[in-house]
């Protein structure tokens, strides 16, 4: 059995995933995991992640958890460009470092920005509080600057000239809340040029392909009942 990606295109991190197997030529089959239908929590997939989360990667006898870990197993088992993650001792050091900020800062804000503004309220039925989400777009709007002006700065890339796998993570995030309707690059000329500069080195198509979810979130058919009660009970994680 060869390379198998368990991912669910709705997600973030499986995006990065799969944008990076499918731009550096990576053959893979694709296992998609249907996270609004409660996939991940099935017994036959916690075989390949006991902690029932996607992305997932299996090799053989091998499993990874971790959209990161996965990135960077896959850059050094197929050898992608450098550029990716480089050797370089400082460029590879200023991935590693908007990946460790990214987790606590644009993860949080974008992920509830498309909870608050599009799931709950469209999805589930559920409305929050405009205070609520009021708050959330302000922390939105203060990690945005911070990732021009501490990670992007004035260069083209986060790490530099050359796109790496911060940038795909980072672009990933940022078109979370962009599916719920929030304009993340109006006003903000460097940040869209930025994401110009990232669609022109992915591909047009490919950039389409792997957000045809997330743009057609508001159009997600009606869930399940045991599904619906499961994300209830988590909605105050994401308030």
């Known amino acids: 059995?060869?390379?198998?990606?368990?991912?669910?295109?709705?997600?973030?991190?499986?995006?990065?995933?799969?944008?990076?197997?499918?731009?550096?030529?990576?053959?893979?089959?694709?296992?998609?995991?249907e996270l609004l239908k409660g996939q991940h929590y099935t017994d036959s997939f916690a075989q390949v992640n006991s902690l029932r989360?996607?992305?997932a990667l299996k090799d053989g006898d091998f499993t990874l958890a971790e959209s990161v870990a996965i990135l960077l197993y896959l850059s050094r088992k197929y050898k992608t460009p450098d550029h990716w993650y480089p050797q370089d001792l400082r460029a590879r050091a200023r991935v590693d470092e908007y990946l460790s900020w990214q987790h606590t800062a644009l993860r949080s804000c974008c992920t509830r920005a498309l909870w608050q503004k599009m799931m709950?309220?469209?999805?589930?039925?559920?409305?929050?509080?405009?205070?609520?989400?009021?708050?959330?777009?302000?922390?939105?709007?203060?990690?945005?600057?911070?990732?021009?002006?501490?990670?992007?700065?004035?260069?083209?890339?986060?790490t530099g000239s050359q796109i790496s796998v911060a940038d795909l993570m980072a672009i990933e995030e940022l078109m979370h809340p962009v599916g719920a309707?929030?304009?993340v690059f109006e006003n903000?000329?460097?940040?869209?040029?930025?994401?110009?500069?990232?669609?022109?080195v992915v591909g047009e198509d490919l950039f389409r392909e792997a957000h045809t979810v997330i743009l057609k979130v508001k159009d997600t058919p009606p869930l399940d009942p045991a599904v619906k009660e499961l994300l209830h009970s988590v909605r105050s994680l994401l308030q």
């Open 120 to 158: 709950f309220p469209v999805v589930l039925g559920q409305p929050v509080p405009q205070e609520t989400l009021s708050s959330t777009l302000a922390d939105l709007d203060s990690c945005l600057q911070l990732l021009e002006d501490r990670f992007l700065r004035d260069q083209d890339f986060i």
């Open 181 to 183: 309707g929030c304009q």
């Open 1 to 33: 059995m060869g390379l198998e990606l368990y991912l669910d295109l709705l997600s973030q991190p499986c995006r990065a995933v799969y944008i990076f197997a499918k731009k550096n030529g990576i053959p893979f089959q694709l296992r998609t995991v």
């Open 188 to 200: 903000r000329p460097k940040l869209a040029k930025w994401r110009q500069r990232v669609e022109a």
């Open 53 to 55: 989360k996607v992305p």
